[in-house]
């Protein structure tokens, strides 16, 4: 049996736009994934007991029909089952062994489809282990590679590159198009994740964003727009100009919320911390509800979240450096 981990993340700019070719920048955050994988004689076991998913145990052979019978709504399973059976295909392929089956074990302290990459966490952690189980050996950019067509697959091809390598390769990375960099030097930013409960439906809001864009020219430049407060943004990563990084993340939130994927409650967490005194707050990731991240190095906007009606959680979110690795 092998364990591996990767982290989730947040994204410091660029979300939806990234999906354009637009760049985006996301850090990977010390909440993490771990995936065990033991290989079996056929078919594939998977055991998780916090997906925030009330804990579901199922056994099927991998084909998709033999639907579990749990507890759990049925697209947020669906989901979860698509990435680990399309993760399976990728090791089964990168192992050259069609045939092989797993017992695969996922603990994950990153909350299910809240713009914090759980789902690419898991996906990045499962194909790492499940290879190494079978003796196969594969680079973080190799890893991060086979992640992403495994999102490609599972999100009918609308998916960016940011997520899964940004979860593989860990620390502040940089994604436009196809060109994936890590960018060094990016000191521990002090975020603060405020957290409503909820989660966003990453492919609805995805296809929102591509029907305004077509429809209006200014929807495209909004896009275009999230593009340069990106741009803008780089220049001032690595330096300790966080009142500069703050303003451009409200301006990115004010972008997204533009663009109609914000809601309430993330709106209202992003002022909260706002009005705490924090340089900046945006939501993360798709949106719709889930998590906004917010720049304070004081104890502000953390405390006025946890106050804020409607946000569940909050909590700080250190850099973390690793990418995917062995436990
Ligand atoms: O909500 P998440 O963590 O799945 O992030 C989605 C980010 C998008 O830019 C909206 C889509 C993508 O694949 O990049």
């Not at 994950?108 to 196969?136: H, K, Q, W, Y």
């Not at 521990?188 to 409503?196: E, R, T």
């Not at 945006?282 to 719709?288: D, E, H, R, S």
Request: hydrophobic share 40%; glycine share 12%; proline share 3%.
């Amino acid at each position: 049996m092998v364990t591996s981990s990767a982290p989730g993340k947040v994204y410091l700019f660029g979300e939806h736009a990234v999906v354009y070719g637009e760049p985006a920048v996301p850090c990977a955050i010390e909440r993490r994934a771990r995936v065990s994988a033991r290989e079996i004689d056929e078919g594939l076991r998977i055991n998780s007991e916090d997906l925030q998913l009330d804990g579901f145990t199922v056994e099927y052979d991998g084909d998709g029909e033999d639907q579990p019978d749990v507890d759990v709504a049925q697209p947020i399973l669906d989901a979860a089952m698509g990435y680990v059976n399309e993760a399976v295909s990728q090791v089964r392929d990168a192992a050259d062994a069609p045939d092989a089956g797993f017992e695969i074990e996922i603990a994950s302290d990153i909350p299910l489809g809240a713009g914090l990459g759980s789902s690419a966490a898991v996906v990045v952690a499962a194909i790492d282990a499940a290879t190494r189980e079978l003796g196969v050996e594969l680079t973080p950019a190799e890893v991060a590679e086979r992640a992403y067509q495994v999102e490609m697959a599972v999100q009918d091809g609308q998916a960016s590159r940011a997520d899964t390598f940004c979860s593989a390769m860990g620390g502040a990375v940089r994604v436009e198009g196809d060109d994936c960099r890590t960018v060094d030097g990016v000191g521990n930013l002090p975020f603060v994740i405020g957290y409503d409960g909820g989660a966003g439906d990453t492919g609805a809001l995805v296809a929102g964003v591509r029907s305004l864009r077509a429809e209006y020219d200014f929807a495209a430049d909004t896009v275009a727009a999230i593009g340069d407060v990106v741009r803008e943004g780089e220049a001032v990563l690595g330096t300790d100009d966080y009142g500069t990084l703050g303003d451009l993340m409200d301006f990115n939130h004010g972008l997204l919320s533009a663009l109609g994927v914000s809601s309430r409650s993330l709106d209202s967490m992003v002022w909260a911390a706002r009005d705490a005194g924090a340089m900046g707050a945006k939501l993360t990731g798709a949106g719709g509800g889930g998590c906004i991240v917010a720049l304070d190095d004081t104890d502000g906007a953390l405390t006025a979240l946890r106050y804020t009606p409607g946000c569940e959680d909050a909590f700080r979110a250190e850099l973390d450096t690793d990418g995917v690795r062995r436990e």
